[in-house]
């Protein structure tokens, strides 16, 4: 039932800026945390940024503190990253990702993933 809408890929020249939204099928507050991945070629899938859909507390992969920012908007169900001072080595499909926590077991979500290219 759960599905996540992704939105806000494209192409920006190095230094430029995009903002990444995802579009919950349900309440954010559904979820324990919503969150950001990205992965590049021949890469592993990394955290990029999450936030709790209880505090709002954040955090950052350290490759992008200071430039990428994760915030939501409650009454539309809504993630999103704004992402400043891009670099090439950003380039990376991007997923929106949501998780609840079951006892012991954890259930994430994914969406299908946006392509994010920073090249002159």
């Known amino acids: 039932q759960v599905q996540l809408v992704e939105s806000g890929g494209g192409l920006v020249q190095p230094g430029g800026s995009l903002r990444l939204s995802c579009a919950a099928s349900?309440?954010?507050?559904?979820?324990?945390?919503m969150g950001w991945y990205r992965q590049a070629p021949g890469k592993q899938r990394e955290l990029v940024a999450a936030i709790s859909s209880s505090s709002g507390s954040t955090d950052y992969a350290d490759s992008v503190k200071g430039r990428f920012t994760i915030s939501r908007d409650n009454a539309k169900n809504t993630v999103y990253l704004h992402m400043n001072s891009l670099k090439p080595e950003d380039t990376a499909v991007y997923y929106c990702?949501?998780?609840?926590?079951?006892?012991?077991?954890?259930?994430?979500?994914w969406g299908q993933g946006t392509q994010v290219t920073v090249s002159s």
């Open positions: 349900g309440s954010i507050f559904s979820f324990d945390t």
């Open positions: 990702n949501a998780a609840k926590r079951r006892y012991n077991t954890i259930n994430m979500y």
